[in-house]
């Protein structure tokens, strides 16, 4: 093939849906997530702390809530009916210890950031070009009104595939 010194990566795209974990989003598919959480752990309040990107994950131990685990929710066992679910009484739902939201860039926690619309987030991170690039994305597929946090199972078939 000629020029292919010239091709950086070639990314395969199909139409099968996202996986259906509680542990991932839209965000974390896109590897939008990891670029928000390197953000985060440059912030000198977090240096200060000594985090690290990790930190800012509700999947690492480190950062998520103790009591749900960074789920967010509490599994009710309810016997012979379907099992129930809460919202932590802990994080109250945002996953992460209270150190670790109390880290703000522009005056939002990282769970702040997660709670965000895609539409709102391109326009907070619009000097941000990489994460802006990767929110056009999700806008230029018709998601604007999903959170970039919001739990895999939680969207509709049509959603996870685009």
Known sequence: IKGIDQIDKV??????PIGRNPRSNPSTYIKLFDLIRDLFAMLPDAQAKGFKKGTFSFNVKSGSCTTCGGMGMLKVDMDFLEDAFITCPTCEGERFDATTLSILYKGKSIADILDMEVSEALKFFENIPEIKHRLNVLHKVGLDYLKLGQPS??????????
């Open 11 to 16: 990314i395969a795209i199909d139409q099968s």
């Open 153 to 162: 199972p939680t969207l509709s078939g049509g959603e996870a595939q685009r």
